[in-house]
């Protein structure tokens, strides 16, 4: 919910880019990459979108940028 209101977007880029690591590691590798198999292809994507958007932020559109400008650390906003 925090993705799409653009609210602590850096926050939440980085904790489901964790989740979906832990997911990786716990439950997809062992069936190999392709996500027919159950493997870790899509589980992969989901992480990378994540650590993108926990690397580059919301944007100037976002309730961040609306709200959260100069209120909270730089890597929170």
Known sequence: ??????L???LAGILLA????VATVLVHLA???WVGEGGYEFV???AAAA????LTGAGRFSLDGAFLRGRVPAWLS
Not at 1 to 6: A, D, I, N, P
Not at 18 to 21: A, E, G, K
């Open 31 to 33: 069936a190999g990459l």
């Open 44 to 46: 992969a994507v989901l």
């Open 51 to 54: 650590l993108a958007l926990a």
């Open 8 to 10: 602590f977007t850096r």
């Open 18 to 21: 964790i989740d979906m690591v």
């Open 1 to 6: 919910m925090l993705l799409v209101l653009g």
